[in-house]
C-alpha cells in the first residue's frame, strides 16, 4: 500500500487517517466543507486526530462537529 498524499489527494468521509496524516491546506478545505467555514485546527483537535487510532476523515469531521458546533 502507498502513503496517501496529504496535500493533493482527494480526501473523502472514507479516507483512513494513516501514520503519514499532515494538517494540509487539502485537509483543512475538506474539513471546512465537511464542517462548516467556522472550522479550525486547535492543538487538543490535532493530537486526537493523531493519537494512533483507527479513523476516518468523516470522524474526524464528527468529532470537530461534536466538540466545537454547540459552542
Not at 486526530?49 to 469531521?61: P, S
Amino acid at each position: 500500500m502507498t502513503d496517501f498524499d496529504w496535500h493533493s489527494g482527494q480526501i473523502t468521509k472514507e479516507t483512513a487517517v494513516t501514520s503519514t496524516y499532515r494538517n494540509t491546506q487539502n485537509v483543512r478545505r475538506f474539513l471546512v466543507d465537511a464542517c462548516g467555514p467556522d472550522f479550525k485546527f486547535d492543538r487538543g483537535f490535532m493530537a486526537w486526530i493523531k493519537d494512533g487510532k483507527a479513523k476516518t476523515m468523516g470522524e474526524v469531521a464528527l468529532e470537530w462537529q461534536r466538540r466545537y458546533k454547540s459552542q
